[in-house]
């Protein structure tokens, strides 16, 4: 079983932000960033537009296990900031996960 560790979270998500590409769907939009000194690291993130903080954080939980079940298809190359939409704060699971491999596939970060 996989696990997220305090070391493989992002801090600092201008770095991703302002020099990465990005890839985006219904449900979410994915940030990614080849650089060595922040590699394997990832943030999560759920806008105040989204609700108040009990729906923000239902989607961050969303997010981080959309990621910690597939972290293991992912290259390790890569920083990535992953921030919730409006869609995901009904939906279930499955589709945070089918959604993340979506974007994950047209980024190619997949293994």
Known sequence: MFELNRNEILRDFKIVHAKGKSFANREMVIYFLRDEKIAGKVGFAAGKKLGNAVIRNRIKRLLRESYRLNKNKISSDFALILVGRKSLIDA???????AFLELCKRAKILL
Do not use: Q
Not at 92 to 97: E, H, P, S, T
């Open 92 to 98: 279930k699971v499955d589709v945070a996960i089918k």
